[in-house]
């Protein structure tokens, strides 16, 4: 069964830094690219950052690029996301996502998320 | 960037109807379309990709059409677990883009 347990999230005030962690389980993680993804409250979901299954490839989006780094440590299953200069933007729940057949289309698992909360 | 749009934005229908939700693409995508139901409090779960591959025990209620700009998703008979917010989400290019949602709700 494929697991997702993300952890890392919690209050944080404006400007600051956060590592979220997730770790993997049930399959083969060093074969599948995998990515983030966020959920401001009452809103929609928002694609954040994805990394290939080797971790030589990234990807980001617009709103966190250059203060963000996606990382993967593929001998503990474990994917991981680096984000600075926190705003109150920035607050959502964050899911870890496992990319669909080793392509970086589709997300066909996710974590349960886990709460990032900007302010003061 | 590829903007998706969806519609409508929420639809209230009984059990046993038929459903139909549409996303429409700012450019072609191909198939490169998935679906995802999510839940309160809960994760979202893909339904459908390649714009009409039935994710792996996902009923076939459900059901995914289109390419290039246009697609649907259509869930045949509405049940009582179907109840839940849709999203579509474009895989053709970074950074990867989801429709704003469409929430379906019970009449």
């Known amino acids: 069964e494929v697991q997702l347990l993300e952890s890392g999230g919690g209050l944080v005030q404006p400007w600051g830094s956060l590592r979220l962690s997730c770790a993997a389980s049930?399959?083969?993680?060093?074969?599948?690219?995998m990515s983030w993804v966020r959920q401001a409250p009452g809103k929609g979901l928002e694609w954040v950052a994805a990394?290939?299954?080797?971790?030589?490839?990234?990807y980001y989006a617009d709103s966190v690029k250059g203060r963000s780094t996606i990382s993967r440590a593929n001998s503990k299953n474990t994917v991981y996301l680096q984000m600075n200069s926190l705003t109150a933007d920035d607050t959502a729940v964050y899911y870890c996502?496992?990319?669909?057949?080793?392509?970086?289309?589709?997300?066909?698992?996710w974590g349960q998320g886990t709460l990032v909360t900007v302010s003061s | 960037d590829i903007q998706m749009t969806q519609s409508p934005s929420s639809v209230s229908a009984s059990v046993g109807d038929r459903v139909t939700i549409t996303c429409r693409a700012s450019?072609?995508?191909?198939?490169?379309l998935a679906w995802y139901q999510q839940k309160p409090g809960k994760a979202p779960k893909i339904v459908i990709y390649?714009?009409?591959t039935l994710q792996s025990g996902v009923p076939s209620r459900f059901s995914g059409s289109g390419s290039g700009t246009d697609f649907t998703l259509t869930i045949s008979s509405l049940q009582p677990e179907d109840f839940a917010t849709y999203y579509c989400?474009?895989?053709?290019?970074?950074?990867?883009?989801f429709g704003g949602g469409t929430k379906v709700e019970i009449k």
């Open positions: 996502a496992k990319g669909e057949s080793g392509s970086f289309h589709y997300c066909d698992y």
């Open positions: 049930g399959f083969t993680f060093g074969t599948y690219a």
């Open positions: 990394v290939s299954a080797g971790g030589d490839t990234t």
């Open positions: 450019r072609g995508i191909s198939s490169w």
């Open positions: 390649a714009a009409s």
């Open positions: 989400q474009q895989g053709n290019s970074f950074p990867l883009t």
